[in-house]
């Protein structure tokens, strides 16, 4: 639906954003639109809360099995632990198709959204494309906006759905078993020390 949107559409950038979203700051579009306007940025991302507060999404990044994960997901908006980093502005190598803004010029350079990603993995494939290109993926949390994360999706999707689509995109970014450029391979989930958690796993089994 995104390509087919893109054939039609007149202006210099795309905005993909999902019908469940609402825009919490009236300025979000503008601060997409100004790191997205630079040379050598070729997506940006928004910060997402879920209707609790807590973010939904902050940026993703893959492990070495391939699994993306949003970071940050389920803390508190305004918790300043990780160093604050779910409020500073940098690279990810993916952000959600939830709210993402691309040049339309690179849209169309890097093909679109491939359509063997029939419901995951679509938007990091389009990220990792442009990444490719030689361009940057720019998450902000200047940009906030309500999420609640796929509600639909997740009711009425099936698992093999993920399966099928989730050996797609590690064999046609194989690259990423080394791991996630864009995160600390001491790290597991959220941000916490892989190696600490299991040395304190075998501690206590």
């Known amino acids: 639906m995104n390509n087919l949107g893109v054939t039609k559409a007149q202006g210099d950038y795309i905005l993909c954003l999902n019908d469940d979203t609402k825009a919490l700051d009236p300025n979000w579009l503008t601060e997409m639109v100004g790191i997205c306007n630079q040379d050598d940025v070729g997506i940006v991302g928004a910060k997402l809360l879920h209707s609790n507060g807590t973010i939904q999404h902050a940026g993703a990044v893959f492990l070495k099995s391939g699994s993306g994960f949003h970071v940050f997901e389920n803390i508190m908006e305004n918790e300043k632990g990780f160093f604050n980093l779910h ?7 993916a952000v959600t198709g939830a709210c993402l803004l691309i040049k339309k010029s690179i849209f169309e ?30 998450y902000t949390p200047f940009a906030l906006l309500l999420h609640e994360g796929s509600v639909t999706i997740k009711k009425t999707s ?39 958690e299991r040395q304190m796993d075998s501690i206590i089994s």
């Open 87 to 93: 409020n500073v502005i940098r690279n990810f190598s």
């Open 158 to 196: 099936k698992t093999f759905f993920a399966i099928e689509n989730h050996f797609s995109f590690i064999s046609k970014w194989s690259y990423l078993k080394q791991g996630d450029p864009f995160y600390n391979p001491n790290l597991g989930w959220n941000y916490s020390i892989a190696k600490l």
């Open 109 to 138: 350079k890097v093909g679109g959204y491939d359509d063997n990603f029939d419901l995951f993995y679509g938007d990091a494939d389009l990220c990792l494309k442009t990444l490719n290109s030689g361009l940057h993926v720019i």
